[in-house]
């Protein structure tokens, strides 16, 4: 009886530290108003930069910016502006540096026997924006919602934040 190998110890840790790191942004990304900005997400970077024993000086922010890496850091950003809405079926991506909020079905791909993906209804999409917030920030004028196949790109109400 064949039995799969076992993780290796560096496999482990790597998942381990991706895992917490996650729920570390997860947990808390609303800590660090005005939420959906660039502000708030330098200081989520700030505070993790201090917690690691970083002084606040600018030298040493760069430094743990520069540890954290390009890879690491654009995972970090897309979770803390991302929400998943499992009530409304959807996911929300906001990150201030993009044209628009987009907004799209959690359960992606074809569904057998469906036949194209359904348009999201322009009432789920304002339910979902009012749920986290985004509804002052982003075009009220419908007209300017883009429906793309499944998913709905809605510009942001001044530009990017």
Not at 15 to 40: C, G, K, M, N, Y
Not at 94 to 100: T, V
Not at 127 to 150: H, I, K, T, Y
Request: charged share 20%; hydrophobic share 50%; net charge negative.
């Amino acid at each position: 009886m064949d039995q799969e190998p076992l993780p290796s110890v560096a496999s482990l840790q790597g998942t381990l530290f991706d895992f917490a790191i996650a729920e570390l942004v997860r947990q808390h990304r609303q800590s660090f108003p005005p939420l959906w900005t660039a502000e708030s997400w330098a200081k989520l970077l700030i505070w993790l930069a201090l917690s690691c024993g970083c002084s606040g000086d600018a030298r040493a922010l760069e430094a743990f910016a520069v540890a954290l890496g390009p890879a690491l850091t654009a995972r970090m950003r897309r979770l803390f502006f991302e929400r998943e809405l499992p009530d409304l079926n959807l996911r929300v991506m906001a990150d201030p540096a993009e044209q628009q909020v987009l907004l799209l079905p959690l359960e992606v791909g074809p569904v057998p026997g469906a036949g194209a993906p359904q348009a999201i209804a322009p009432e789920r999409v304002a339910a979902a924006l009012e749920a986290v917030g985004l509804s002052p920030l982003v075009s009220p004028d419908r007209l300017r919602w883009q429906p793309l196949e499944a998913l709905v790109a809605v510009p942001w109400r001044n530009g990017p934040g």
